[in-house]
C-alpha cells in the first residue's frame, strides 16, 4: 500500500521560509513524478510545482515561481518543496502526490495517491 506522509508545515510570517517533506513508502518512488498541490479555504484544490522522476525537470505555478523550490532525494524517497519569501496568499493546506508516469503534468488526475495534508499559514 502506498503511503504519502508530509510534514513542514507551521505558521510563519510574510516574508519567512519553510520546508516540506513528502516521505512515500509502499512503491518505487524514483520511477514517478511527483508534484506538490494546495487547497485555501473555500477554494478549489491548485497546482504548485512538480518535478519529474529523475529531478531535472520541474514546473512551476506563475505565483510560486522564483519563490519556491521542489526537489526530491530519491534513495530516501523523500520530496521537499523549499517555500521562501511566503505570503499570506500562500497559506493552504499542501499536499504532495505520486504520479502514474515519469514526467510531471498539472492534471490531477494523473495523481493517483495524495498525502493527508500540511497546514501552512502565512500572517501579515
Known amino acids: 500500500q502506498v503511503q504519502l506522509v508530509e510534514s513542514g508545515g507551521g505558521l510563519v510570517q510574510a516574508g519567512d521560509s519553510l520546508r516540506l517533506s513528502c516521505v512515500a513508502t509502499g512503491r518505487d518512488f524514483s520511477r514517478y513524478a511527483m508534484a506538490w498541490w494546495r487547497q485555501a479555504p473555500g477554494k478549489e484544490r491548485e497546482f504548485v510545482a512538480a518535478?519529474?522522476?529523475?529531478?531535472?525537470?520541474?514546473d512551476y505555478v506563475a505565483s510560486v515561481k522564483g519563490r519556491f523550490t521542489i526537489s526530491r532525494d530519491n534513495p530516501k524517497n523523500t520530496a521537499y518543496l523549499q517555500m521562501n519569501s511566503l505570503k499570506p496568499e500562500d497559506t493552504a493546506v499542501y499536499y504532495c502526490?505520486?504520479?502514474?508516469?515519469?514526467?510531471?503534468?498539472?492534471?490531477?488526475?494523473?495523481?493517483?495517491?495524495w498525502g493527508q495534508g500540511t497546514q501552512v499559514t502565512v500572517s501579515s
Open positions: 502526490a505520486l504520479g502514474s508516469g515519469s514526467y510531471s503534468t498539472r492534471s490531477s488526475y494523473q495523481y493517483k495517491y
Open positions: 518535478v519529474s522522476w529523475s529531478g531535472d525537470v520541474a
